[in-house]
């Protein structure tokens, strides 16, 4: 093939990716409707899920708060100590969660998690220890917010039933069960002075950990994960949530409610999200097909995957590394990080692309292939951008939040806005079209530790 016609193939696949004005806008507009239908009522294509969490610091909080984090094969536990400055100390465990454990009773799971916060409150706290075993058995001392990122029907604050287990934990008599009920009880045999003060959604906790940290002259609306997966939450009026009963006590008195999205699975009909052959080829050989079909156009774990159908089909045609036999024929072998760093290479013989392509890929590669690569990787990014910033934008026009704010600053935490290069500058092109001049009122930042920071701070306001 010709190295003219090789380029204009490339142009011609990153077209694909392209998203116009009139599509963010109607992206937009579609995200806002689904956004109302999910504050109506529950069982709408957006679940919009009540948080229970109620207030959101101010940075001038003081104290120490613990948290846990079970998100995966990894037990965290922190003390998180807020100066009252926007600043905070952080002291943290990890453990590994044994295999049997994942697979045995929920007696099994939550007494091994309570004897990991027993131990790091030995070795963090002793001084104090032994005289807090002398408190009487309801007394508890230390605030504990419990990140449990497993679907949940949260009902309180520090209230809910698991609906079913994920990331290869299969604990069958913990289904149906209160899992802030199972750690306090297993918390409680140890006679250890922690309270279970808040279940927290990491996205949840994104916007709570911004929230304490940001400038004061501004007010966080939005936490948003841009990583391996994507999420939003945000502070949403509570007279807005028709589907909460507001004559709970616990909402006496309240006028916000932090809302997670869970914008994974917006537009999973189809309607106005973008859709390339190599989209619909990795949604079928995913667990959950025509489902977080959002996510699976913007986040870490798809991008690999999208680039590495495309290329594949290109060698397959004789038109990409010819020279090499039956390259990336592996599914999901592909990580988002090489598209970043093929990104960030501006060298006229893109020489990064070179060694990613010759040392990670191990394939031959000629100087118009890794311009293709390079235009096609430039496509698949910028549509995860856009598409980013246009559903940040629908919910800023949903809270109306530029006309009643100078400043709304935005926290986000994951590997793909942090380091995939340009993504925040093609996040705001979006926002630029769906909310117009007012973008510049918009402060993004990084929101460090959500699942840690920021559980202990939902505990903190519970």
């Given at each position: 093939m010709t190295t003219s016609s090789l380029l204009e193939e490339a142009v011609s696949i990153s077209k694909q990716f392209d998203i116009s004005k009139d599509q963010l806008v109607a992206i937009s507009d579609e995200f806002i409707r689904l956004t109302d239908l999910g504050l109506k009522s529950d069982g709408m294509p957006m679940a919009m899920i009540p948080s229970y969490v109620t207030g959101v610091p101010n940075g001038s909080e003081k104290g120490t708060f613990l948290a846990v984090d079970l998100g995966g094969t990894n037990f965290r536990v922190c003390s998180i100590h807020l100066n009252g400055d926007g600043t905070f100390d952080l002291l943290q465990t990890k453990s590994v969660i044994p295999r049997s454990l994942m697979v045995g009773t929920a007696k099994e799971l939550f007494s091994f998690l309570a004897k990991k916060v027993e131990e790091f409150i030995k070795t963090h706290f002793e001084e104090n220890f032994n005289e807090?075993?002398?408190?009487?058995?309801?007394?508890?001392?230390?605030?504990?917010?419990?990140?449990?990122?497993?679907?949940?029907?949260?009902?309180?604050?520090?209230?809910?039933?698991?609906?079913?287990?994920?990331?290869?934990?299969?604990?069958?008599?913990?289904?149906?069960?209160?899992?802030?009920?199972?750690?306090?009880?297993?918390?409680?045999?140890?006679?250890?002075?922690?309270?279970?003060?808040?279940?927290?959604?990491?996205t949840v906790g994104t916007l709570m950990s911004?929230?304490?940290?940001?400038?004061?002259?501004?007010?966080?609306?939005?936490?948003?994960?841009?990583?391996?997966?994507?999420?939003?939450?945000?502070?949403?009026?509570?007279?807005?949530?028709?589907?909460?009963?507001?004559?709970?006590?616990?909402?006496?008195?309240?006028?916000?409610m932090v809302i997670n999205t869970e914008w994974g699975s917006f537009d999973n009909d189809m309607k106005v999200l973008p859709r390339t052959s190599w989209d619909d080829a990795v949604d079928l050989e995913t667990p959950n097909p025509g489902y977080q079909m959002f996510e699976k156009r913007v986040s870490g774990m798809f991008l690999g995957e999208i680039l590495r159908r495309i290329l594949l089909e290109l060698h397959e045609k004789g038109h990409l590394f010819s020279r090499s036999s039956t390259p990336l024929t592996t599914a999901w072998s592909l990580d988002t990080s090489i598209l970043s760093r093929v990104e960030a290479d501006i060298t006229p013989d893109l020489v990064a692309v070179k060694s990613i392509v010759e040392t990670d890929l191990g394939l031959q590669t000629t100087l118009p292939e890794r311009q293709a690569v390079k235009l096609i990787v430039e496509g698949i990014g910028k549509r995860s951008a856009l598409l980013a910033g246009a559903v940040i934008g629908g919910i800023l026009v949903?809270?109306?939040?530029?006309?009643?704010?100078?400043?709304v600053d935005i926290g986000v935490d994951g590997s793909v806005f942090e380091f995939y290069p340009g993504y925040e500058k093609l996040m705001r092109v979006a926002l630029r079209e769906v909310i117009g001049e007012d973008e510049n009122k918009i402060r993004i930042g990084i929101a460090k530790d959500g699942s840690g920071v920021g559980a202990a701070l939902c505990a903190l306001v519970a």
């Open positions: 807090e075993l002398g408190h009487s058995a309801n007394e508890h001392v230390y605030k504990l917010g419990f990140t449990f990122s497993f679907p949940v029907n949260q009902t309180a604050i520090n209230r809910g039933t698991l609906i079913r287990w994920t990331k290869g934990f299969d604990v069958a008599d913990a289904v149906g069960k209160d899992v802030c009920l199972l750690l306090q009880h297993e918390l409680d045999l140890l006679k250890l002075p922690v309270h279970v003060a808040a279940l927290v959604n990491d911004r929230s304490y940290s940001s400038p004061p002259e501004s007010v966080t609306l939005l936490g948003v994960i841009l990583g391996t997966g994507t999420n939003g939450a945000y502070t949403e009026s509570l007279a807005a949530v028709d589907k909460l009963d507001k004559s709970a006590a616990a909402l006496a008195d309240k006028s916000i949903h809270l109306k939040a530029c006309q009643s704010n100078p400043v």
